[in-house]
């Protein structure tokens, strides 16, 4: 991560040379620290009035309970210092990674912890991939899920994947039906960034990225229909 973001000014670079821009970008923490890396804090005059959304993955070195009060204080002292700073530089807000294995793990994890931070600019991600890694199955748990996390929904990040299993796969393959997904988003006003994820794609990856969004747009018209 901090080489990432040592790289900053490239890749805004690369992103204004193909009139693109950054909506969310990852940050990474230990509730043990006290405060998140310089690195990150070193860049943000870079990001400036973007709206850009930090997104988070909040770790324990010493793997503390997740609803330790202890931890908990350790955690909201730095999401709370991280929302101050994106407040002062016209940040998009505050999103922590629900990722398998972090001290944020689940859903229910990011809703707990940002009610507990009490900030506007504090709110949750939805990760189907870590959303399905830890065991969760089922389009009405699914639904229930966003439903939950609707008053602090700020990011979701959707991929191909199966029903049955957490896969890797380009959005449109796979046999997870995303329209549930979707037409959810839908009924609960979702209006933030949704975006797709690309881990372990090698290959042509332009090629995988027209894929992924024609299967988008095929998957949108249907969520349109009544």
Do not use: C
């Not at 009060?69 to 929302?83: D, H």
């Not at 629900?98 to 990760?127: C, K, S, Y």
């Not at 009924?187 to 960034?193: N, R, S």
């Amino acid at each position: 991560d901090p080489k990432r973001w040592k790289m900053l000014p490239a890749y805004l670079a690369a992103l204004a040379k193909h009139n693109m821009r950054l909506t969310a970008i990852h940050a990474r923490f230990h509730i043990e620290d006290g405060t998140y890396p310089q690195v990150i804090k070193d860049n943000l005059p870079l990001l400036k009035d973007t709206r850009v959304v930090l997104i988070p993955s909040v770790g324990s070195r010493k793997k503390l309970d997740r609803k330790d009060l202890k931890a908990v204080e350790m955690a909201v002292k730095i999401l709370r210092e991280m929302s101050d700073d994106a407040e002062e530089y016209g940040l998009g807000g505050i999103a922590p990674y629900m990722h398998i294995g972090n001290w944020i793990e689940t859903i229910d994890d990011n809703l707990r912890i940002a009610q507990a931070v009490d900030r506007p600019n504090v709110g949750v991600m939805f990760h189907l991939h870590h959303w399905q890694a830890v065991g969760n199955r089922g389009y009405d748990k699914l639904r229930a899920d966003l439903i939950k996390a609707k008053p602090y929904l700020m990011i979701v990040v959707i991929q191909g994947t199966d029903k049955d299993r957490a896969t890797h796969k380009i959005l449109g393959e796979g046999s997870f039906d995303m329209l549930p997904l979707v037409r959810t988003l839908r009924e609960i006003d979702y209006k933030g960034p949704l975006g797709t994820m690309g881990y372990t794609q090698s290959g042509d990856i332009p090629g995988k990225l027209n894929r992924a969004y024609q299967a988008w747009e095929q998957i949108k018209k249907k969520a349109l229909q009544p």
